[in-house]
Each structure stands twice: as C-alpha cells, then as structure tokens.
C-alpha cells in the first residue's frame, strides 16, 4: 500500500460472552483512503468497529491510531484521539432536536459555522428540521444525521457502518457525496457497505472478513473486476447483489 496506515490492527481477537467473535484480526488503514470491510452477515465487521473503539475490548492483539497504541484506552478518549464512529443503528437522541444531538456531537467546543454550512449543504434537511426532535425525522433523515454529527468536527478517521442500508437511491447517492466530501478533505474511512455500486464508487482498499477473520486485503479494483473472487470470498455474487 502507498501510504502509511493511520489505523492498525495486529492479531485483534475479542469475545463476546463465551463466544469467540474476532479470531486475529490483521488490518491496515492507509491514510486517506476508504477502506472498505466486506464479508457475509455475522463475519464480524460491527465487531471489528466496536473493537476499535473500545465498546468490546479485545483480550487479544493491538489496536495503533496514528501510531498511538489505543488498545486499552478509554472510548471517549479515543474519540477525542480523532476517531468517529457511526453505529450501525444510527446513536442519535430520539428525544432532542436535531440541533441539540449535533451540539452533543461536537466534543471539542463550540460547533464551527463554516462546517456546520458545509454540512447543511449536504444534507440540507438538517437545516430544515434543525429545531424538531430528531424521533420525527424520517430513516434517511436518520442516517443523515447520524453522519452529520461524526463529520460536525474534523476526525482523522471515520468508522461507519453500513450507511446507506435500507435507503431510497437518491438519499444513497446524498450519502456517497458527503463520503467523498470527508475523503477529499483528508480523511480516511473504515467502511462497512453491503451496497457494491457504492463500495467500488468510493473503495480504494477492501478487506473482507469471514468467521472473524480478514481473508483477503487489496485494491477495490481488483475486487469488482473478479466476480470468481467475488464468489469465493462471500459466496455470492456482489455485482448481482
Ligand atoms: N451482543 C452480542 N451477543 C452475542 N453475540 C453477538 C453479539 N453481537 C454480535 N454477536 C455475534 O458475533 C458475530 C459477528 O457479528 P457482527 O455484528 O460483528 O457481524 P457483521 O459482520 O457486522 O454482520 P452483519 O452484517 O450481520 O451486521 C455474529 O455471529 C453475531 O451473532
């Protein structure tokens, strides 16, 4: 890989009461780029996330962010360290208003207008719903702001997992621009998408996990191009999927 990882893990194994979830996981991030992590529902993708960031600690391995080993610290720590984590089930505040569930989200001080701007011209029903509660949204809108508040401050690294599940096509298309957008600005992504027009729109790198494991690592494009690799990997045709 070109550049340097930003995120690391090395022999990551992490149970779940008394089933053992990750089995030595071994995963690069490279700086700027979207990492795509692929593989079969159960795999163990969310729990690779939730490993990282310190919701299920590993008993096993070493998890490195910029070269700081993260692997016994605190989660907030670990936000704070530059890490935001976009749960698969959105973590907003039903009860609050959407402004106040992005004021939450900004953990280092004051939101920073000219984001918040740029965010509005993203997802611009934030900026109309700003002062509703956040339960009356609709899913898509949701998913928007779930993603809105890991991007309300510059993180060096976003985990988000499977963005676009059960969303309407345009709102999907929204959601690969906004991606973009953060990768443009600099930043890597650890993306978990069962989408594959939207994995191979924004993958650089692709990781595919099976039985807790990483079972294949390189290029998205090699990826897309090989639907035998493709088959053999998640036993299905992603193309077709
Ligand atoms: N809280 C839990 N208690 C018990 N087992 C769990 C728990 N969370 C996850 N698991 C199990 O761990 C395995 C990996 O789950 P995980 O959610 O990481 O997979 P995944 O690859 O993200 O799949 P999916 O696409 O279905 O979310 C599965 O067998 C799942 O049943």
Redesign the pocket.
């Known amino acids: 890989m070109s550049s340097e990882p930003i995120l690391e893990l090395v022999g990551v194994s992490t149970d779940?009461?008394q089933?053992h979830?990750l089995r030595g996981v071994d995963l690069n991030v490279p700086a700027n780029t979207v990492t795509m992590l692929l593989?079969?529902?159960?795999?163990?993708?969310?729990?690779?996330?939730?490993s990282i960031m310190g919701h299920w600690r590993c008993h096993e391995g070493r998890i490195f962010f910029d070269g700081v080993d993260i692997t016994k610290m605190p989660t907030a720590e670990i936000a704070r360290a530059g890490i935001g984590y976009v749960p698969?089930h959105m973590g907003i505040f039903s009860d609050l208003t959407v402004e106040e569930n992005m004021r939450l989200a900004a953990i280092q001080g004051p939101i920073d207008s000219a984001r918040l701007d740029w965010i509005f011209g993203v997802f611009p029903a934030l900026k109309t719903f700003w002062r509703s509660a956040a339960g009356t949204l609709s899913g898509g809108q949701k998913q928007m702001l779930s993603i809105a508040r890991a991007m309300i401050e510059e993180r060096k690294l976003y985990l988000i997992?499977?963005p676009t599940k059960g969303l309407a096509p345009a709102i999907v298309t929204t959601m690969a621009r906004a991606l973009n957008d953060l990768k443009r600005q600099g930043a890597a992504i650890l993306l978990?998408e069962?989408n594959f027009a939207v994995a191979q729109a924004l993958g650089d790198y692709s990781d595919v996990?099976d039985d807790?494991r990483i079972v294949w690592s390189g290029a998205m494009s090699r990826l897309s191009e090989n639907a035998e690799l493709q088959q053999k990997l998640m036993g299905l045709s992603l193309a077709g999927s």
């Open positions: 779940i009461g089933y979830i593989g079969r529902n159960g795999a163990g993708k969310t729990t690779t996330l939730r698969e997992d499977e978990v069962q996990m807790g």
